[in-house]
């Protein structure tokens, strides 16, 4: 089965730091672009990061620019998410996603850890 | 930044057609997809590039997109497709990847 699992999340203080990943099976994860993808409390879906099949060519966008850093172990079939310097409004599920091939959509998404930053 | 708008509610009765609109800046010149979202459940694709269905994605689901809007349109809408559904698309001058702001649908 193809599938992505998300862990790691959990209670954070503000100014602190959170590591998730992201375990992927049932496919060739290395021939993949892969992306972090969250969503707040009862709020919409918001992009937040991309890393290619070889983790050459990275995307973050301008929210988390400077703090969060998108990493992949191929061997591992994992993606990660560093988070540094969380803020209140980091507050939400984060879901990992495999983009099509060719393509701009996500296929493929886990079933998100909610990472909550509050003091 | 590139901006994806969507109406936040859109209510239809079992049986008939639900149309969900998403507009954007030559959102036409662009791939446009959608993803079902149900309550504590994640984002599952129904449409990608404007008008293809994924494997497993009922025929009733259908898209479109010309100018600057695209639809994501529902035949024979179904108790089931009760869910907030997302717009999305990429943003070549940002290379970020940009959803809307989700519309839930309403089967009533």
């Known amino acids: 089965e193809v599938q992505l699992v998300e862990s790691g999340g959990g209670l954070v203080q503000p100014g602190g730091s959170l590591r998730l990943s992201c375990a992927a099976s049932g496919f060739t994860f290395s021939s993949y672009w892969v992306h972090w993808v969250r969503q707040a409390p009862g709020k919409g879906l918001v992009w937040v990061s991309r890393i290619d099949s070889d983790g050459s060519s990275i995307i973050y966008a301008d929210s988390v620019k400077g703090r969060f850093t998108i990493s992949r172990d191929n061997a591992k079939n994992t993606l990660y998410l560093q988070m540094n310097s969380l803020r209140d409004e980091d507050t939400a599920v984060y879901y990992c996603?495999?983009?099509?091939?060719?393509?701009?959509?996500?296929?493929?998404w886990g079933q998100g850890t909610m990472v909550t930053v509050s003091s | 930044s590139y901006e994806l708008t969507q109406p936040p509610s859109v209510s239809v009765s079992p049986g008939q057609i639900a149309s969900i609109t998403c507009s954007g800046d030559k959102l036409g010149d662009k791939y446009a997809c959608w993803y079902q979202q149900r309550p504590g459940q994640s984002p599952v694709l129904v449409i990608y590039q404007d008008t293809k269905r994924p494997s497993g994605i009922p025929e009733r689901f259908s898209g479109s997109n010309s100018g600057n809007t695209a639809t994501l349109t529902i035949s024979g809408t179904q108790a089931m497709d009760e869910a907030d559904y997302y717009c999305?698309?990429?943003?070549?001058?940002?290379?970020?990847?940009?959803f809307g702001g989700g519309t839930k649908l309403t089967v009533l």
């Open positions: 996603a495999r983009e099509i091939r060719g393509d701009d959509s996500f296929d493929i």
């Open positions: 999305q698309a990429w943003d070549t001058s940002t290379a970020n990847w940009v």
